[in-house]
């Protein structure tokens, strides 16, 4: 039975909730202000502690710190009025593990506590060999057994402890952004920022504020001077994703930036010195963008110091299958679910499965089938369609739309099939499908934010 520590000085509203989480099964102590939590922290091991940011004594911020110090893994779950969301969103970057508003939600305030205890327990576990090691943000890096994974590890670890720039290469959805976090943590620069950048959902006039910050008047919409997030960053890493969609003269900016550690703000007259090291990833070979002409070669060999390949799920053999128990264990305590395992028709058509989407991909596939399962086990018709019919999969269109003759929902329906069409046969690699479907990244996300289209 799981131990909630809940500290809130309306006794009325601790009741209320040490009642409905009681029904669901947990073991709840409810304490009235900051000094009593402190005490019963230390008296008493908890799985997880609810608090209000408004206490008598200390503030639910300043709390926060006090519990890591003294159960250092204990996620903190920050109880707050909507006036105190800016309050709330410091108090995730001090450690709390996220925020409820007040009043709260009966539902969201069970989904919010089954997300921290998987989280905590999972950190804990060392099952079948898959471990999750914690990360900022609330992210954590899942990691294999198989003989690709092993590979990564070691170059992760051999990588992390130098200066050198690495470049990061892989599909969409097979961790590139964590194996980035992972150098990061494992660095000497642990203790500083990581920063992590988006270079294909930028316009090239946005790259450039972005990354090197801009001074008041500079272009139209510029009514202050803006930071850029290299001196963001500046003793730290910068994490700059899909590199190969920066623009050429971007590019020439970045060359400079990190060849003499200078950076100077558009609209700005001075040089600011930065220290910082880049890590970037990409879903396209640079040494061919090079060879095209796309990326200029110079860049490419200063950031090509080291240089990770991160092998596709497909290729990762028995791991596929452990992480699918793993996403299996998450998604029933983050829906209340208690689904055992595979049938043995569905674990063939797992590993069959190319899965185009990565371990992303693998994850929302089984939090579905979870949500959906009736029978204890996930069975076949648990799964979606494209995944036990591969190749044969009626579009989303003809599962989710009902005939219609309106010509504008047709044309919605159509484009939104291409997009996915397009995407699966470039295995999620959104710069290629921007560049078959002849629009640019940006709108290519739009469209697939407005059809809900994952990846």
Not at 138 to 154: C, D, F, I, K, W
Request: hydrophobic residues 40%; contains cysteine; glycine residues 6%.
């Amino acid at each position: 039975m799981y131990k909630v520590l809940i500290v809130d000085d309306d006794p009325t509203f601790c009741l209320m909730l040490k009642s409905y989480l009681g029904n669901k099964g947990f073991d709840v102590k409810e304490v009235f202000t900051a000094g009593s939590a402190i005490k019963a922290s230390r008296e008493s091991h908890f799985d997880i502690v609810l608090t209000d940011f408004r206490l008598p004594d200390i503030d639910g911020i300043t709390l926060i710190a006090e519990l890591k110090k003294i159960q250092h893994g204990v996620p903190v779950v920050l109880m707050t009025r909507y006036g105190d969301i800016r309050s709330a969103v410091t108090a995730i970057k001090s450690g709390a593990f996220d925020y409820i508003t007040k009043p709260v939600n009966p539902d969201e305030l069970l989904l919010t506590v089954n997300k921290a205890i998987s989280k905590q327990k999972q950190e804990k576990k060392n099952e079948s060999g898959i471990r999750s090691e914690p990360l900022p943000g609330n992210m954590s890096y899942l990691r294999g057994t198989s003989q690709p994974a092993m590979l990564v590890e070691q170059y992760i670890s051999l990588i992390a402890p130098t200066d050198m720039s690495v470049i990061i290469q892989g599909e969409s959805g097979t961790g590139k952004e964590y194996v980035a976090r992972m150098i990061h943590m494992k660095s000497q620069r642990s203790s500083k920022p990581f920063i992590a950048v988006d270079c294909g959902a930028l316009t090239n006039e946005l790259a450039a504020s972005e990354l090197f910050g801009h001074t008041r008047g500079s272009f139209t919409d510029a009514h202050a001077d803006k930071e850029g997030q290299f001196q963001q960053a500046n003793g730290g890493t910068l994490f700059l994703d899909e590199i190969g969609n920066l623009s050429y003269e971007n590019q020439i900016k970045l060359l400079r930036a990190t060849q003499e550690r200078k950076v100077r703000k558009l609209g700005g007259t001075r040089d600011v010195e930065v220290d910082v090291r880049i890590i970037v990833a990409t879903n396209d070979d640079l040494a061919a963008a090079v060879q095209k002409g796309s990326f200029r070669e110079d860049l490419f060999h200063r950031l090509n110091e080291f240089k990770i390949n991160i092998p596709p799920l497909r290729n990762r053999g028995e791991d596929i299958i452990h992480f699918a128990g793993y996403f299996l264990e998450n998604a029933n305590l983050e829906l209340n679910r208690n689904i055992i395992g595979f049938e043995n028709d569905v674990i063939e058509i797992i590993l069959k499965y190319p899965w185009p989407g990565n371990i992303r991909e693998l994850k929302n596939v089984i939090k579905r089938a979870v949500l959906l399962a009736t029978a204890g086990m996930i069975t076949k018709a648990d799964l979606p369609p494209e995944i036990t019919l591969p190749g044969n999969a009626p579009t989303p269109a003809k599962i989710f739309q009902p005939p219609t003759t309106d010509l504008k929902s047709m044309a919605e329906t159509q484009e939104k099939s291409t997009i996915i069409n397009v995407l699966k046969q470039v295995h999620y690699n959104k710069t290629k499908a921007a560049r078959l479907l002849n629009i640019d990244r940006k709108t290519l996300y739009n469209k697939m934010k407005l059809y809900g289209i994952e990846g």
